[in-house]
């Protein structure tokens, strides 16, 4: 059985950091491309990151480029969120993606066809 389970959110200062995951139970990483998104009060759901599955590529949004960093453990079948410098602004849902793809990863909605529950990240002082 395919399954997406984040986890890992939790309720943070501005500037601290945070790891969320993403357990990708029945999934083949090195054929998955895995995407992290968020949703904020009142917006739409928005790519953050991605790590594509043939070659390890990766892209981020560029609000979060220096402060969010995406990882794979193939072995563990899970991708990881590793947050840091964290912004009020970051306040969302987190929820992970996944499509089985040859193919580099995208931070479209579309791209994707598997998605995990959310995990809620706040960032208030």
């Known amino acids: 059985q395919l399954q997406l389970v984040a986890s890992g959110g939790d309720l943070v200062q501005p500037g601290g950091s945070l790891r969320v995951s993403c357990a990708a139970s029945g999934f083949n990483l090195d054929t998955t491309n895995i995407g992290w998104f968020r949703q904020a009060p009142g917006k739409e759901r928005a790519g953050v990151s991605c790590i594509s599955g043939s070659d390890g590529g990766i892209y981020y949004v560029d609000s979060v480029k220096g402060r969010f960093t995406i990882s794979r453990d193939v072995a563990k079948n899970t991708v990881y969120l590793q947050m840091n410098n964290l912004k009020p602004e970051d306040t969302a849902v987190y929820y992970c993606?996944?499509?089985?793809?040859?193919?580099?990863?995208?931070?479209?909605?579309?791209?994707?066809?598997?998605w995990g529950l959310g995990t809620q990240v706040t960032v208030s002082s």
């Open positions: 993606a996944a499509r089985i793809a040859w193919s580099l990863c995208e931070l479209t909605d579309s791209a994707y066809n598997y």
